[in-house]
């Protein structure tokens, strides 16, 4: 096993392989030195009935096309598609889910009534430049047997994705992993947008962006347009990618995943961005007919 430097260079697919639950040194430890977070290195599939999962999957692609929907309304499309579920388990599993409909905001947004909340800043400003703006949200990956939360940072000028982890808690950490990648090899922005979560509202989180000078934007309650773009990502992946598949584990999510990220960024033209790619458009490039 190996650890250090060369260690962190490694792929996180990698890393976590490196993980060996034999020696004498903790998990935590080990973690703390590959530079993972633990609660994907922890992680054990949920013991999810099939019907169950299939019941998650389709609640969400419910609310990736209609999220404007409550539980109400969520109940009666299901019931078209032959799935008869009482109210109070769809209010539950979309809770456990952290989703729900736009007004109010998508229940991956937990507030922190102890936190600072600060003023939304994107109102009426264009953003024309990379690294002007960037925002961040977290959205859920349903498995076969159970299911992750991915959180993303995108650079709104050309919406390329900066950074991107998995985990299985809405905790701060993989946040801070996520802020402290971007961060290192795109930063700082000008301003940082996200929601009211808990996650983002923190002291932790939110000294980081302090501490780079950076001035933190935070959307109005229910306002899921302020950020519109991360939620076109999330939109993208589900229906090019997650849905396609079904995940068996971590590690195979995380592979997955990082090839679209990849795909998403070098290859996927935007009509947004006059049909070039995030890339293209972050670092300034421009393509040419072969």
Known sequence: MIFGESARSLER??????????????????????????????YQPIGLSTEEIELRRLIDEIHLQYPYMGSRRIRTELAKKDHHVNRKRIVRIM?????GAIYPKPKTTVTNQAHKVYPYLLRDIKVTYPNQAWAIDITYIPM??????????????????????LSNTMDVSFCIEALEEALKHYGPPDIFNSDQGSQFTSTEFTQKLLDHGVRISMDGKGRWVDNVF???????????????????TPREAELEISHYMVF?????????????????VYFGRQRYAA
């Not at 639950?21 to 994907?40: D, F, G, V, Y």
């Not at 809770?95 to 989703?99: A, P």
């Open 13 to 42: 697919a990698q890393r976590k392989r490196s993980l060996d639950k034999s020696t004498q040194l903790s998990i935590k430890r080990q973690c703390e030195l590959l530079n993972i977070a633990r609660s994907t290195a922890y």
């Open 95 to 99: 809770r456990d889910m952290g989703i």
């Open 144 to 165: 076969a047997k159970g299911f992750l939360y991915l959180v993303a940072i995108i650079d709104w000028y050309s919406r390329k994705v900066l950074s991107w982890r």
């Open 230 to 248: 991360i939620e076109r990502l999330w939109r993208s992946l589900k229906y090019e990618e997650v849905y396609l598949k079904a995940y068996t």
């Open 264 to 280: 998403y960024n070098e290859a996927r033209h935007h009509q947004g961005l006059n049909e070039l790619t995030p890339d293209e």
